[in-house]
T-cell receptor, first 111, second 116 residues
Framework: QKEVEQDPGPLSVPEGAIVSLNCTYS??????FMWYRQYSRKGPELLMY????GNKEDGRFTAQVDKSSKYISLFIRDSQPSDSATYLC???????????FGPGTSLSVIP | GAVVSQHPSWVICKSGTSVKIECRSL??????MFWYRQFPKQSLMLMAT?????????EQGVEKDKFLINHASLTLSTLTVTSAHPEDSSFYIC????????????FGEGSRLTVL
């Protein structure tokens, strides 16, 4: 079983839609959860960094962690064409441990 | 945010030659940098952790003699793909964390290597 799994998509939504991106992980020892956005042929950029369970909001982005079900989500409100990218979830056991990335979900926001 | 610069952004080489990729942290010091490999539509695969002033830590299955890593200063790490072969063609990306939290990574733009 892979340590972190993510539906690769592609996911296509109309502009203005609410997008839900999800990952599951296998080991309850993971405590740090990140979301990265990667545009084509570019390096990823950090969107959200969260610790343990709960929600974290930053502008149009909300990260949600449910440790009881080992499920993490990223919600994008009022999606824009510029949000079209691949979204990678990432996990680590401690704040200084290596980071494990999910395979990424490809998102297209259609104008 | 912090800036990580990677060079070259793309390189084409003949089979059997060696290629060096540089990763620089431009506005912070990085005692640790990370090198990844990414195949099309796949996730980032951690190859090694580069430690300033000491040997790199390689992930299982990564040939350390094939992928030489040097972290000579707090702002520069290099990855050399030695005796490159077509199967080494890939997108190589480096990252560094400005602070102690390894999850807060800043990535370079990536280097696309094509071996003919």
């Amino acid at each position: 079983q892979k340590e972190v799994e993510q539906d690769p998509g592609p996911l296509s939504v109309p502009e203005g839609a609410i997008v839900s991106l999800n990952c599951t992980y296998s080991n309850s020892a993971f405590q740090y959860f990140m979301w990265y956005r990667q545009y084509s042929r570019k390096g990823p950029e950090l969107l959200m960094y969260t610790y343990s369970s709960g929600n974290k909001e930053d502008g149009r982005f909300t990260a949600q962690v449910d440790k009881s079900s080992k499920y993490i989500s990223l919600f994008i409100r009022d999606s824009q064409p510029s949000d079209s990218a691949t979204y990678l979830c990432a996990i680590s056991k401690t704040s200084y441990d290596k980071v494990i990335f999910g395979p990424g979900t490809s998102l297209s926001v259609i104008p | 945010g912090a800036v990580v610069s990677q060079h070259p952004s793309w390189v084409i080489c003949k089979s059997g030659t060696s290629v060096k990729i540089e990763c620089r942290s431009l506005d912070f010091q990085a005692t640790t940098m990370f090198w990844y490999r990414q195949f099309p539509k796949q996730s980032l695969m951690l190859m090694a952790t580069s430690n300033e002033g000491s040997k790199a830590t390689y992930e299982q299955g990564v040939e350390k003699d094939k992928f030489l890593i040097n972290h000579a200063s707090l702002t520069l790490s290099t990855l050399t793909v030695t005796s490159a072969h077509p199967e080494d063609s890939s997108f190589y990306i480096c990252s560094a964390a400005p602070g102690a939290r390894t999850g807060e990574l800043f990535f370079g733009e990536g280097s696309r290597l094509t071996v003919l």
